[in-house]
């Protein structure tokens, strides 16, 4: 018997690791086969490859980013293949299990939530002709198999994702990861087993899907010690809890060296009446605190969240928890959207706030009680600008200057935002050229402004621009800057040599200490 287990990913940089879960588990059952897919692929052309492998059994992996292209694949595949199994699984199927099967009779049988049980006795049940419409049989450590062979083997220069835990110490009720009441540690000794022959592979990236990978400290930083110690050129990725981290944990983090570990923290509200609606009981003092001393570090990526449309957070107090988690001046914050997932908390108790939201995945939340659809609908093109401008990096000069015109942070977002929406910027995918020139004609040819974004362009972007700074003969000064000896790298280099390497730039201000003076800037091209 052929079994095909597949799933349409959001990216092409992902891999489903649940597939090879699954797969390890029926090896001595069937033939097994593995496809990861894309859902922004021609839903023709995922539908040709799955019908190729003429598999006996189709397990899909269902998700909230997948589920309308895996239900067209589905019937479709019925429709050719009528004898076909069609199974489906993960979180947008188990907790309206009967809804869809009642809806839609091309699903022979849904597995729920985890599946390394709910597999083995589907497929053994496929061979007699007794298949159910639903399986639910409780997974153990014991269950889940080593599937490192199949990370490595699928390895093709893309991040391996890799998981040392499963389930969440917190109960966060917008998040799946409520549902589950249990932590399952993975045994350590077979965690180091599987992460030797990734970093022996020198693979680009491991992103760890636990949920709180800080969840035991002692075992977090044995984990991260093993990292460091074994690694090659490989980077970590890490979603972390901040008031679980103590002085032990940051006097390890601090030998940490530069840019090898990325810490996703998520903040969602600093307003304490939404945190304790949502069961997020921490003391946001004590987070900043930590993220502030995380920052200082200067070694660690810090990527931080908000989510828009929480319970009790109006417009205002939105404005109140974005300036708290900027001012901690973190490398990257994410605006997210509520959305309302199947099973989680929020999602049962929708009605109480009056939440409205998409019909349709993601289920993103439109508005409610504290926040009308026109507010929700700004913070949308809010986002959007925000991303453009800070997450991107290509304006870090350029943004610590304008934020000194401005009494706060969502003051200064909200004026760019609003000249954006005036002049229609939000209503297309904008070039990074044209936010470059809209920041020069919002701020009326601000000098200093027009020199700092000259040199955040130069820092990113080859060539130059008609609206840069340009007050200096190029040539002259380059030619001078060498000949006085000033930059030591420049030392027994022919100047050909030092242009073909090297861009130069010269300003009237010097974005080190926010003087004007005349500076001399080098970027390597």
């Known amino acids: 018997m052929k079994v095909l287990l597949t799933t349409l990913n959001s990216k092409y940089s992902h891999v489903n690791i649940a597939l090879y879960y699954l797969k390890n588990r029926i090896l001595d059952l069937a033939d097994v086969d593995t496809l990861n897919l ?28 997948n589920i309308d292209q895996t239900l067209k694949i589905a019937e479709n595949i019925k429709k050719v293949r009528p004898k076909t199994i069609i199974s489906f699984g993960g979180p947008e199927v188990s907790y309206n299990k009967e809804e869809i099967l009642q809806k839609y009779n091309f699903v022979d049988s849904i597995l729920c939530l985890e599946s390394e049980n709910n597999i083995i006795q589907f497929i053994k049940d496929v061979k007699i002709n007794d298949i159910k419409n639903i399986y639910e049989i409780p997974v153990t450590i014991s269950d889940i198999p080593d599937i490192s062979d199949n990370l490595v083997e699928n390895y093709d220069n893309r991040a391996v994702y890799f998981e040392t835990s499963r389930g969440c110490p917190f109960r966060c009720s917008y998040c799946l990861s409520c549902i589950d009441k249990n932590m399952k540690y993975f045994v350590l000794e077979n965690v180091k087993n599987q992460l030797k022959q990734l970093l022996d592979l020198d693979v680009i990236q491991i992103r760890f899907i636990d949920r709180t990978f800080n969840s035991n400290k002692q075992r977090a930083i044995e984990i991260w010690k093993f990292l460091l110690q074994n690694r090659k050129n490989t980077t970590f990725h890490f979603e972390i809890c901040a008031s679980l981290i103590d002085d032990d944990t940051l006097n390890f983090l601090k030998n940490v060296p530069k840019d090898i570990f990325r810490f996703e923290i998520g903040i969602q509200s600093t307003n304490e009446k939404t945190l304790e609606e949502i069961n997020r009981k921490y003391n946001f003092d004590y987070e900043q605190d930590i993220i502030r001393k995380l920052v200082k570090l200067n070694t660690l990526h810090i990527h931080t969240d908000l989510i828009i449309g929480l319970p009790y957070e109006t417009l205002d107090i939105f404005k109140h928890s974005f300036n708290d988690l900027y001012e901690l001046n973190t490398t990257e914050i994410q605006l997210g959207f509520l959305k309302f997932l199947k099973g989680t908390d929020i999602y049962n108790r929708k009605d109480k706030f009056k939440y409205i939201y998409l019909g349709y995945p993601p289920y993103e939340v439109l508005n409610n009680i504290f926040m009308s659809y026109d507010e929700i609908s700004y913070l949308k093109k809010f986002e959007t600008v925000f991303e453009s401008l800070y997450n991107s990096k290509k304006f870090i000069q350029s943004i610590k200057y304008i934020e000194t015109k401005f009494s706060n942070y969502y003051e200064m977002y909200e004026y760019i935002t609003n000249y954006f929406i005036k002049n229609k910027l939000t209503d297309r995918k904008i070039s990074y050229d044209e936010i470059y020139e809209s920041l020069i004609k919002l701020f009326n040819n601000d000098i200093i402004l027009t020199q700092t974004l000259t040199y955040d362009y130069s820092s990113n972007f080859k060539g130059t621009r008609n609206w840069m700074h340009n007050k200096y003969n190029l040539k002259e000064e380059i030619s001078n800057y060498i000949s006085e000896n000033k930059d030591t790298k420049f030392k027994n280099i022919t100047l050909t040599e030092i242009l073909k390497k090297y861009k130069f730039i010269v300003l009237d201000y010097n974005i080190y200490n926010a003087l004007t003076e005349k500076t001399f800037y080098t970027f390597v091209k």
């Open 38 to 65: 894309n859902v922004n692929d021609e839903l023709s052309n995922n539908l040709s490859k799955i019908i190729s492998y003429e598999a006996d059994v189709v397990c899909f992996g269902v998700y909230v980013w």
